[in-house]
């Protein structure tokens, strides 16, 4: 949970494996926003637009060196 935190004052991109909920396992850099008790608000660069994460879908989560913008 620290490390969502950080990143949400340093503006940081996260790279992460994520099950979806059709079961599909995808790799998205996102941008996290806002953090709930279960989920996350972060702006997914792939999609290009707001999206909820579920924590336990989760699979694998790094900080990334570069920036990617928006």
Do not use: P, W
């Amino acid at each position: 949970m620290k490390l969502f935190n950080h990143t949400i004052k340093e503006k940081a991109t996260l790279e992460m494996i994520y099950l979806a909920a059709n079961g599909k396992v995808t790799q998205r850099f996102v941008r996290v926003v806002e953090i709930h008790n279960a989920h996350m608000l972060a702006y997914c660069y792939s999609r290009k637009r707001l999206r909820m994460f579920t924590f336990e879908n989760i699979l694998a989560v790094r900080k990334t060196d570069g920036g990617l913008s928006a």
